[in-house]
């Protein structure tokens, strides 16, 4: 894994499960480090420096004002600086430039794990990484001389804990130059993994995980698909199933403790919703139809439920979105990949059919992290979802195709 041959990740693991305060922390891991924060700079005000915020006048902080974080401000004042805290999740630009609308505010801080894949500062921000604020607490701690003994003891953990923190993210997230030559949660190596599970950090992990993978694919979808509309607001998707154009939306998650990220091109027939979608979670590679027609009985046992989806395809998609009809034997054909030389996958699926019932049928294909002539390889997810999408558009304007599924309400 990219950067994990620059830590001991043994020695940090140990040393964080040693840490009292780094247990009090696992509650609710953002909650917790705004709440240390808040009660810092209301104890000792000049440890706002940290953020390389000047302030020369008394100030109260706010928690949780209109869904900011941290807001500092004087009396009958206005905010003068809030502080959004990144720990859990990653910076996203829209909700950046959401809180510096309503917020008069003319400091804002984002103080985060992981380095905002965009430049904030030309969104009004300053950008401060976890690593950073330790290095500077720990730094104001060293000469400041005001600190009582039983609160050095407790900033003086808190930056240890932080330091070994964003170490372990630091490692985990080297960015590579390209997107395409990422491999994202795929690279975590089973000692990692049950490291990281030790001390409750590889839930944060694959969220972040799945958050930039979420984010690169929607940029490369804009990028690579400038006419398709993706992740419309809620006026623009009501006009777009309305005039029945096809868009494109994309999420990401934790599912059973696993990285998912989702990727969905609706079209609405009538007023029925119907979506091929490409969905990666752990190590399954997804395609997927989500349809009102389907009607799956979320009461009926597996083999009838194996009945009907075979029933359903043969009638509608005939394996032209899903894999093929012999995917559970171990492998199967795939023929719209120009991008990568093999045409043939493994598969661990033993049933022809997953499903989400009521409404909901994928097939999937094995992803991996080393080059094997049978597998999808971590660093091709992304050229394979944009390859999917430029297919599913394809099978979408086909009118033929839309309307075998229309058929199934009858």
Known sequence: MAGSERIDLIAITEKLNRSPIFHMSLGSKELFH????????????????????????????IREQHNIDLALKRECEPPFC??????????????????????????????TLVPASFDVTQIGWQQVL???????????????????????????SYCEMTSAIASIADAVFVAPSQVRDKIYWFGLTDEWRSRLDEI??????????ADEMQLD????????????????????????????????KTWSALFNKQPCVTVELHRWIASNQ???TIQIQGNQYRRLIDCDYFRIPRSQSAVRKKFDARGIIEASDDYRWLFGPDIHNGTVNITTWSHIASSKFRTSMRKLFGTYAPKAIYQY????????SDTLHASKVTASVIADVRFGLELLNDEQYVQSFANLKQ
Not at 45 to 60: E, L, M, Q, R
Not at 134 to 156: C, I, K, T
Request: glycine content about 2%; overall charge negative; aromatic content about 10%.
């Open 200 to 209: 409750r950090f590889l839930d944060t992990i694959s969220k972040h995980s």
């Open 217 to 248: 694919l929607e940029h490369a979808l804009r990028l690579g698909l400038p006419d398709l509309m993706v992740n419309p607001d809620e006026t623009q998707e009501k006009d777009l199933q309305r005039s029945g154009v096809t868009f494109c």
């Open 82 to 111: 809030i502080i959004e805290n990144k720990f859990k999740d990653i910076p996203r630009r829209a909700q950046l430039e959401r809180y510096a609308d309503k917020s008069p505010a003319h400091s804002r801080v984002l103080l």
């Open 365 to 372: 294909i094995t992803i991996s992290d080393t080059p094997t």
């Open 274 to 276: 119907f979506n091929l």
């Open 130 to 156: 976890y690593a950073d604020f330790a290095d500077r607490l720990n730094g104001w701690l060293n000469q400041n001389q005001n600190v009582s003994f039983r609160d050095r003891e407790f900033v003086a």
């Open 34 to 61: 705004s709440n240390f924060i808040a009660w810092l700079l209301m104890a000792y005000p000049d440890a706002v420096n940290c953020f390389d915020i000047d302030v020369t006048k008394p100030f109260s902080v």
